[in-house]
């Protein structure tokens, strides 16, 4: 209402500090005054109009009576408006205790935060502009921590960055974010069919039930590296023949879900995620509203999202090593956890296959 009175030049017919001209008792007015007090009767009388158009038919009670547009005004600010230290002291307790859900709009959560002050700033109340950033900063969800630490500095002798400035590089960081999340989750669990060797002939050894891959013949993939025990003709294809048989039970059941722990790893090559069944293994979380997540087996449900820390162990000497796995899917539903192997790349990992 003040942006409109101010476009139309009607300010001061509502402003505390103005005498109405229209009140003034002239004794014997000349004819300049008698216009003067004509003028200012008639944009009175627009000033009154523009408040009763604005205003509902509800809140017409409050500017009954009133004779001139500063009554009018007066009379709606009394009742409308926070007024005293008690007013100020709930407006800024609303404003500093203000914070943004994990996931919602950021444009919604700063025009809410500019709105708080801009009452504050009605109520004579000035909330400078590097107090706004800061208040802006701590209303954010943990997952922005990170993200607005450099805004913050160590350095006395940095700029301080002003708040249109910051809600500018705030909007498009939660562009991005949503652009790069994708609305719904997809992903997508490949399945590979498990290898029947029982009836293949290894063509190193040229003895059934191992490929040679997996022969610790002479000449073998694996030459070398059967079990110590005693020598033996029998002795050597009974061990043979128990290592396929395990080999086989294994392969089976990293392609069967169902048959493999709930708490088990498997590295996946098809998955746009890292995916988390259980809850205690994130080092950090952010709850997010429900996803339903597609091409698990089954319909599944994305809770959350987080860091989950996994000890690998790689090389000849199998020494343990611990990984990172970011912004991974907390689904308690998901028939076991999944390692994609296109996160480990895009984060400057490697993942090598070789030798079958």
Request: hydrophobic letters at 35%; aromatic letters at 6%; proline letters at 3%.
């Amino acid at each position: 209402m003040l942006a409109i009175f101010r476009d139309l030049g009607l300010e001061q017919y509502v402003a505390k500090d103005t005498v109405p001209l229209g009140s003034v008792d002239l004794d014997q007015p000349i004819v300049d005054e008698k216009k003067e007090q004509k003028k200012w009767s008639e944009r009175d009388t627009k000033t009154r109009a523009r408040i009763e158009l604005a205003i509902s038919d509800a809140e017409m009670v409050h500017v009954m009576g009133a004779e001139t547009a500063r009554q009018m005004w007066e009379q709606l600010t009394t009742v409308k408006e926070s007024k005293g230290q008690l007013g100020i002291l709930a407006a800024r307790r609303a404003l500093y205790r203000a914070s943004a859900e994990e996931g919602s709009d950021m444009a919604a959560h700063i025009a809410k935060l500019r709105q708080m002050q801009e009452e504050l700033h009605v109520m004579g109340n000035k909330v400078p502009d590097e107090d706004f950033v800061m208040i802006l900063i701590t209303s954010l969800p943990e997952s922005w921590d990170n993200y607005t630490t450099s805004f913050l500095g160590s350095s006395s002798n940095k700029p301080q960055l002003k708040s249109q400035e910051l809600v500018g590089i705030l909007i498009e960081e939660a562009r991005h974010r949503k652009e790069r999340d994708g609305g719904a989750v997809v992903a997508m669990q490949a399945k590979g069919k498990s290898r029947d060797t029982s009836d293949k002939e290894c063509y190193n050894c040229h003895k059934k039930g191992h490929l040679r891959s997996e022969c610790w013949a002479k000449g073998g993939a694996k030459e070398g590296q059967g079990p110590k025990g005693r020598k033996g003709k029998n002795r050597s294809n009974q061990a043979r023949a128990k290592e396929a048989e395990a080999l086989n039970n294994i392969s089976y059941m990293v392609s069967n879900n169902n048959e493999i722990s709930a708490y088990t790893w498997v590295l996946d090559l098809a998955t746009t995620s890292h995916i988390c069944n259980i809850r205690d293994a994130f080092v950090n979380f952010y709850p997010t509203p429900d996803t339903e997540v597609l091409g698990i087996g089954s319909p599944a449900i994305s809770k959350g999202r987080g860091t989950v820390n996994l000890m690998f162990t790689t090389g000849t000497n199998r020494t343990p090593c611990q990984h990172q796995l970011t912004d991974a899917l907390y689904m308690p539903s998901a028939p076991n956890c999944l390692v994609a192997v296109n996160r480990i790349d895009d984060s400057g990992g490697e993942v090598v296959f070789g030798k079958s």
